[in-house]
């Protein structure tokens, strides 16, 4: 079974800081992607990274995949109010060569105080 | 918004009982994914369907279950209700044959069980 962990559980920072999330993995994933949730909503796709190495910006936001694609973080430059969230990273897992369920990490909570 | 609906938003029921979730994807999309959330679990797969045929099963118990209609509209039935069974379900939906995998999550039905 493929397993994701994330890492801070929790994150309280101050408007404008900056700050790093984590998602690893001992296991390969053909694709991996970061949701963002707020409380009481459904997960709200982010980006999706495929190729290893491969790094994605979204504004302020920027994603990477590892070399190997087992794991992957997600970078916030000068954190705003509005970011805060749990945050999601899930991998993509195959079964016979076809469209696979995603495995979720079990988030980051985020929250950015003014 | 996703364009994945969900209803009711919102359900409280007994234990012993039975309940129907629904689930629409978004135009197009022939695959719905299952998810329960609790606090202490985070967000757990259960079953996905691709144009009305079950293609995979996570941790869905046997009193749990799914179909996915000609329309493609998904629902849920959860029976026999526990008050462990109360948390968020989502559902998702994604693009035939998508290499990235991508889902789309509609805002959830929360549901009690008392």
């Known amino acids: 079974t493929q397993l994701l962990e994330q890492s801070p559980q929790f994150l309280s920072i101050q408007e404008g800081e900056n700050l790093t999330v984590y998602c690893n993995s001992s296991?390969?994933?053909?694709?991996l992607q970061w949701y963002r949730q707020e409380p009481g909503e459904g997960p709200v796709l982010l980006v999706t990274?495929?190729?290893?190495?491969e790094v994605k910006k979204l504004k302020r936001l920027t994603f990477q995949f590892g070399d190997a694609r087992k794991d992957s973080s997600l970078h916030i430059t000068a954190a705003q109010p509005g970011d805060t969230g749990l945050y999601l990273c899930a991998g993509a897992e195959n079964y016979g060569g076809s469209q696979g369920n995603l495995i979720f990490g079990k988030g980051t909570k985020l929250s950015v105080k003014p | 918004d996703s364009g994945v609906t969900q209803t009711p938003k919102h359900l409280i029921t007994a234990t012993g009982q039975r309940v129907t979730l629904r689930c629409s994807p978004r135009?197009?999309?022939?695959?719905v994914y299952w998810y329960q959330q609790s606090l202490d679990q985070g967000l757990q797969f259960l079953i996905h369907?691709?144009?009305?045929?079950?293609?995979a099963k996570g941790n869905i118990l046997e009193r749990f279950s799914a179909q996915q209609f000609p329309d493609l509209h998904s629902e849920l039935n959860l029976s026999s209700l526990e008050l462990g069974d109360s948390a968020l379900y989502f559902c998702?939906?994604?693009?035939?044959?998508?290499?990235?995998?991508?889902?789309?999550f509609g805002p959830g039905t929360r549901l009690t069980v008392t």
């Open positions: 369907y691709y144009n009305g045929e079950e293609r």
């Open positions: 135009s197009g999309d022939l695959s």
């Open positions: 296991s390969v994933f053909s694709s």
């Open positions: 990274v495929v190729t290893g190495g």
């Open positions: 998702a939906s994604s693009v035939v044959a998508s290499w990235s995998y991508e889902q789309y």
